[in-house]
């Protein structure tokens, strides 16, 4: 019973832990060398809808913090960290936590980018690894690899972008009394209509629609599949984005338009995230 | 380590960054005024650029050629504008050279 509970519950919050990252627009072009970025986000994202008597509710809030460097014009390099808190709701009783989660390496090479007076385009693979350092229920235990291939392409006022990621979950566990979390995989596409404005145009605002599709494999442990663990979601994501020179604000509301929970699992509801970057 | 340690790490580390590059963003030259008074001015087409947040790493990497004051890049536009000191010669060759670093092509100097 207390085994079941705990599966019950880790699968509810490690189904939040997911998430399909939003703003995708200019992931293919790499920064200049030299240059600096810092990137924070706030989400909140929210699951419920439970088909069990249990009748589960988790809310989550996620504060991730980027900082990325072009060490050369075709290779950047970044961190992200992110502080966590779930709420969870169940039969009644509510629990929260909040803790670090896992640190991410990853570094993203130029492997074309074609400047013309028409258009922008832009392809760049990345590389990425996820380290265990996350506080407890925050981390995965084990090192995870992250490979993706970013496409964007740009006319002066149209933006499309193209972004493919595969999360390989449990390449190395730091215990073997832990389970395999499920690989992801995700395809997030978005267009966005850019209006230049200001001043020596200093100035840009941009509507943004994305679709982002999002699978992850069901868990397993030893080898069996963890029951009520692994989702494919389909999200409609509108959002505005704000360029000055150095700042960019961005905002993105996320809804679910179709979602296929493996098992008895919550479903994922409509979340919210703004952010910040400011550049050097 | 201990998790307020941690909080305390991802709290810092960004403020400290925020402060850095709002400062650096914070002091850019009128140029303006630096044209008025005497140097020199060039003007680029420059392609590649799509939002006012190209200028920034652009500008940042042609302002360190030797002999060159001040930059401003405009998107919309396509140009690069570059102050340079009068009596300091200045090959082409080192702008293209940065504008490159920033990963965008030049096209015509104009001026």
Request: with cysteine.
């Amino acid at each position: 019973m207390l085994v079941f509970i705990t599966l019950f519950v880790a699968s509810t919050i490690m189904a939040g832990f997911v998430s399909a990252a939003g703003i995708s627009i200019d992931a293919g072009l790499t920064p200049a060398e030299n240059r600096w970025i810092f990137r924070s986000q706030m989400r909140f994202m929210q699951r419920n809808n439970d088909p069990t008597p249990a009748l589960r509710e988790m809310k989550s809030y996620m504060l991730p913090v980027v900082v990325a460097y072009g060490i050369r014009s075709d290779l950047a390099i970044m961190i992200r960290q992110a502080l966590r808190r779930n709420e969870i709701k169940m039969q009644g009783q509510s629990s929260s936590s909040t803790g670090l989660i896992d640190i991410l390496v990853l570094a993203k090479y130029r492997l074309v980018r074609l400047n013309t007076p028409g258009y922008t385009l832009g392809i760049s693979p990345t590389l990425g690894l996820e380290i265990p350092s996350g506080a407890d229920n925050f981390s995965s235990n084990s090192w995870d690899l992250h490979l993706g291939t970013f496409v964007s392409g740009r006319s002066r006022s149209w933006g499309i972008d193209l972004n493919v990621t595969y999360v390989w979950n449990g390449m190395a566990k730091t215990s073997s009394a832990d389970g395999d979390a499920g690989d992801e995989f995700s395809i997030e596409s978005a267009l966005a209509y850019q209006f230049g404005l200001g001043q020596n145009a200093n100035f840009a605002l941009a509507p943004v629609i994305e679709f982002s599709y999002l699978s992850i494999s069901s868990d397993s442990k030893d080898g069996i599949t963890i029951t009520n663990t692994g989702e494919s979601v389909l999200l409609l994501s509108p959002g505005i984005k704000v360029t000055l020179s150095s700042i960019i604000l961005e905002s993105l509301l996320q809804f679910p338009l179709w979602q296929n929970q493996l098992g008895q699992q919550t479903e994922r509801a409509p979340s919210f995230l703004i952010g910040i970057r400011i550049m050097n | 380590m201990k998790i307020t340690s941690k909080l305390l790490l991802t709290g810092l580390v960004p403020a400290v960054f925020l402060i850095y590059l709002t400062a650096c963003a914070a002091t850019k030259p009128d140029i303006d005024k630096l044209v008025s008074e005497g140097n020199e001015i060039r003007i680029y087409e420059i392609f590649g650029m799509d939002c006012p947040g190209c200028h920034g790493g652009l500008e940042n990497l042609v302002n360190k050629v030797p002999g060159v004051i001040s930059s401003e890049a405009n998107w919309e536009k396509q140009l690069l504008r570059v102050v340079l000191y009068a009596n300091v010669e200045v090959d082409d060759n080192l702008i293209y050279e940065a504008i490159k670093r920033a990963n965008f092509t030049p096209g015509e100097r104009f001026k």
